[in-house]
């Protein structure tokens, strides 16, 4: 019976810290870095304009217990895990990704990346710089890379003309 109570609670529990968690995740009033995120790029008509932000198919998931997860919507075809491991905030202008697996960029695999993002559009899109110093190989490229990326909010209901 003991044994009983004890898995009830357990159970209990654990429903409770997964309800709190998705809604600190995916609650509307989310700021900072912690969140989903969509990679973006700009389109434009012209070398002369930046242009305009059109949404891509790789995505970031920032959580509260600092897990980050990247993942790529490959069009009928289904997702794939591109990235994953835990990240660390340094102060409001940086933070640093500490990578398990990455098979996009498999040099940093087991390294930091350190991330230096600034947030603008009231905290709903993340630019961000980071700089890889060799290649795969090992070869010296000191090349930064710039990201934009923008905030993934729920609506208060769901869209009428989405095609599912």
Request: net charge negative; glycine share 4%.
């Given at each position: 019976m003991k044994k009983q109570q004890l898995l009830l609670f357990v159970t209990a529990l654990l429903f409770g810290v997964t309800h709190v968690s998705a809604q600190n995740l995916f609650g509307s009033n989310q700021s900072g870095l912690r969140g989903i995120w969509q990679m973006c790029f700009y389109l434009a008509e012209s070398p002369d304009v930046p242009g305009n932000i059109k949404p891509g198919n790789t995505f970031k998931i920032l959580t509260d217990d600092n897990r980050i997860v990247n993942f790529t919507v490959i069009p009928n075809k289904g997702s794939i895990i591109t990235g994953y491991g835990s990240y660390e905030i340094v102060d409001d202008k940086t933070y640093v990704e500490h990578i398990e697996r990455n098979i996009h960029l498999p040099m940093l695999d087991g390294r930091?990346?350190?991330?230096?993002?600034?947030?603008?559009?009231?905290?709903?899109?993340?630019?961000?710089?980071?700089?890889?110093?060799?290649?795969?190989?090992?070869?010296?490229i000191n090349s930064w890379y710039n990201e934009t990326w923008k905030k993934i909010d729920m609506p208060d209901k769901f869209p009428e003309d989405l095609v599912r």
């Open positions: 930091e990346n350190v991330m230096l993002y600034e947030l603008v559009d009231n905290d709903q899109l993340m630019k961000v710089k980071f700089l890889i110093e060799k290649d795969e190989n090992g070869n010296e």
